[in-house]
Each structure stands twice: as structure tokens, then as C-alpha cells.
């Protein structure tokens, strides 16, 4: 179970994320884009989501990983964002509750460069009971 | 390129032509790589079973991605798309040895002097796979 005392509190990613042009290209492939000089809209999942497994996880924290699934998913995009950006994040949790023994939380994900915030989204996941 | 404000040939009510992409299970092997999420769930159809699962499904994300294709496709670019919501109301269930369909289409909702707002349809083998999805694309340089 998540610790309510969580809730409300920002944490800061641990880790500094370069975007390569190849990371980019082997999204883009997936999805058929041949437009490979920005990322796809959806591309900083792959970011968001291994910053809210690291924090998300810690023991203080304590959601289960292993039970979980992705309710629903926001992007705002303030500039797309291309190779050789290099972001730091900080991960929200927004909003905590249980329904019928399910876990259902809100994190949200700010990614900087520098000072310039280039996406923020907003992921409900899910741990079922 | 899209036209946008001021132009009629963009208005409140119009139909995007809808298209089809095609799931199966190397894209969700390929996606996996590409995204970084391994879950068992989108790879091993006996865990997959294992955890109350019909079969292996797609990954949430994998069909936001594919519409986001779509969409900046209709917006003349990845760079264009500037908001993009969706909720996961059905997963899309994908058999071994078949592909299966992501069927996508979108209406206009609004027109600004910036951008026009859509909200987006998608489904898989005629079930809605996406609640609420919805788009905010500017017209690009």
C-alpha cells in the first residue's frame, strides 16, 4: 500500500536523462514515423515511467510495481523534444485513493532542461487488488 | 498541411479519415525495447493468463503512441501535437501468431487561432480501446 503521507509531496528524479537520436529513431520505427528530427508526442513516457518506478517503489513509499497497470495518460507538450536534450525530472504525487481494494494514484512528471520545462504529464496507475 | 482558423475547410464537426494499424506480438516485442517496459504482461502469455489475463495485451502506451501517429500524420507533424489524453478502457488483446487490428479516427472539436482541438476514437476488433481521448495540434511552420 502507498503511504497516504506521500501524497502532495514532489520528488526529485535521481537521474539526469540525455535523449539519443537513436533512442528516438527506434521509438519513432515502432509507430511508422519517418519524421525522426523530434521525438513522438508520446515519447517521454519512456522517461516518466522508470522515474515513477524508482520513487514510487522506495520502501517509504511503497507502492507494489509488480500489480500494476496504466488507467490514463496526459501530455502537455511545451516544445517537442529532440536529441541530445538533457532532462532532469521531478515526479508529483497528485492524488491517492482506493477503490474496491484497487490503488489508483496520480503521479505527475516534469521535464526540464535547465530551467525550461518541456513536458509535464499526468499518469494514473493502477495497482489492482 | 492542415489549414487551420479562418478557413472553412476547418470546421466544428469534421470527420478525419480513419486508419488502421496493425498490432502484433513483435511490435509489442519491439515497442518493449524501444519504451523500456518489459512487463510479462505484453510478452508471456502464461503470465500473462497467470494474473487474470485473457492473453497477452498490448501496452496502454503502445496505443497512445500509435494514435499520437496518427494524429500528427493529420497535423502535419510530431512537432504539432501539443496536448494528448487518454484513458485505457479496454486493452487490446493480441493472439500468438495474428495481428489484429488499431483502428483510429478523430473529429474536430474545436478551432481556435491556434490550433484545433480533437477528440479521438480507437478500437480493436470492434471494441473501444480509448476513453476520452482527445488532442490539442497547432498548425506548424
Same mark, same amino acid.
Given at each position: 500500500?502507498?503511504?497516504?503521507?506521500?501524497?502532495?509531496?514532489?520528488?526529485?528524479?535521481?537521474?539526469?536523462?540525455?535523449?539519443?537520436?537513436?533512442?528516438?529513431?527506434?521509438?519513432?520505427?515502432?509507430?511508422?514515423? =519517418?519524421?525522426?528530427?523530434?521525438?513522438?508526442?508520446?515519447?517521454?513516457? =519512456?522517461?516518466?515511467?522508470?522515474?515513477?518506478?524508482?520513487?514510487?517503489?522506495?520502501?517509504?513509499?511503497?507502492?507494489?510495481?509488480?500489480?500494476?497497470?496504466?488507467?490514463?495518460? =496526459?501530455?502537455?507538450?511545451?516544445?517537442?523534444? @529532440?536529441?541530445?536534450?538533457?532532462?532532469?525530472?521531478?515526479?508529483?504525487?497528485?492524488?491517492? =485513493?482506493?477503490?474496491?481494494?484497487?490503488?489508483?494514484?496520480?503521479?505527475?512528471?516534469?521535464?526540464?532542461?535547465?530551467?525550461?520545462?518541456?513536458?509535464?504529464?499526468?499518469?494514473?496507475?493502477? @495497482?489492482?487488488? | 498541411?492542415?489549414?487551420?482558423?479562418?478557413?472553412?475547410?476547418? !470546421?466544428?464537426?469534421?470527420?478525419?479519415?480513419?486508419? &488502421?494499424? !496493425?498490432?502484433?506480438?513483435?511490435?509489442?516485442?519491439?515497442?518493449?525495447?524501444?519504451?523500456?517496459?518489459?512487463?510479462?504482461?505484453?510478452?508471456? &502469455?502464461?503470465?500473462?493468463?497467470?494474473?487474470?489475463?485473457?492473453?497477452? /495485451?498490448?501496452?496502454?502506451?503502445?496505443?497512445?503512441?500509435?494514435?499520437?501517429?496518427?494524429?500528427?500524420?493529420?497535423?502535419?507533424?510530431?512537432?504539432?501535437? $501539443? !496536448?494528448?489524453?487518454?484513458?485505457?478502457? $479496454?486493452?487490446? /488483446?493480441?493472439?500468438?501468431?495474428?495481428?489484429?487490428?488499431?483502428?483510429?479516427?478523430?473529429?474536430?472539436? &474545436?478551432?481556435?487561432?491556434?490550433?484545433?482541438?480533437? &477528440? /479521438?476514437?480507437?478500437?480493436?476488433?470492434?471494441? $473501444?480501446?480509448?476513453?476520452?481521448?482527445?488532442?490539442?495540434?497547432?498548425?506548424?511552420?
Amino acid at each position: 500500500m502507498l503511504n497516504p503521507d506521500s501524497v502532495g509531496r514532489t520528488f526529485a528524479g535521481v537521474d539526469v536523462n540525455t535523449v539519443t537520436q537513436e533512442e528516438i529513431n527506434s521509438f519513432a520505427a515502432v509507430i511508422g514515423e =519517418k519524421n525522426t528530427s523530434v521525438a513522438p508526442p508520446t515519447f517521454s513516457i =519512456k522517461i516518466s515511467l522508470r522515474e515513477f518506478e524508482s520513487i514510487l517503489t522506495k520502501p517509504e513509499i511503497g507502492l507494489d510495481w509488480t500489480r500494476l497497470v496504466h488507467g490514463d495518460q =496526459k501530455f502537455e507538450i511545451f516544445r517537442p523534444i @529532440v536529441a541530445g536534450d538533457s532532462f532532469t525530472t521531478s515526479a508529483t504525487i497528485e492524488s491517492y =485513493k482506493v477503490v474496491a481494494g484497487n490503488e489508483i494514484v496520480t503521479v505527475r512528471s516534469d521535464l526540464f532542461s535547465g530551467t525550461e520545462k518541456v513536458v509535464s504529464s499526468w499518469s494514473t496507475l493502477v @495497482v489492482r487488488a | 498541411m492542415v489549414n487551420f482558423g479562418g478557413s472553412s475547410m476547418m !470546421e466544428i464537426g469534421t470527420t478525419i479519415p480513419s486508419h &488502421e494499424f !496493425e498490432i502484433n506480438r513483435d511490435l509489442l516485442k519491439q515497442y518493449a525495447e524501444a519504451s523500456g517496459d518489459h512487463n510479462p504482461i505484453h510478452q508471456d &502469455e502464461v503470465f500473462a493468463k497467470s494474473v487474470g489475463l485473457p492473453d497477452v /495485451i498490448a501496452h496502454g502506451m503502445l496505443t497512445m503512441a500509435l494514435a499520437g501517429k496518427y494524429i500528427s500524420d493529420w497535423a502535419g507533424g510530431p512537432q504539432n501535437v $501539443k !496536448e494528448f489524453s487518454a484513458r485505457f478502457t $479496454k486493452p487490446v /488483446i493480441v493472439p500468438a501468431g495474428k495481428s489484429v487490428d488499431l483502428t483510429v479516427s478523430a473529429l474536430v472539436t &474545436e478551432v481556435t487561432s491556434t490550433g484545433v482541438r480533437l &477528440e /479521438i476514437s480507437a478500437t480493436s476488433q470492434g471494441v $473501444k480501446v480509448l476513453g476520452m481521448a482527445k488532442a490539442f495540434v497547432v498548425q506548424g511552420v
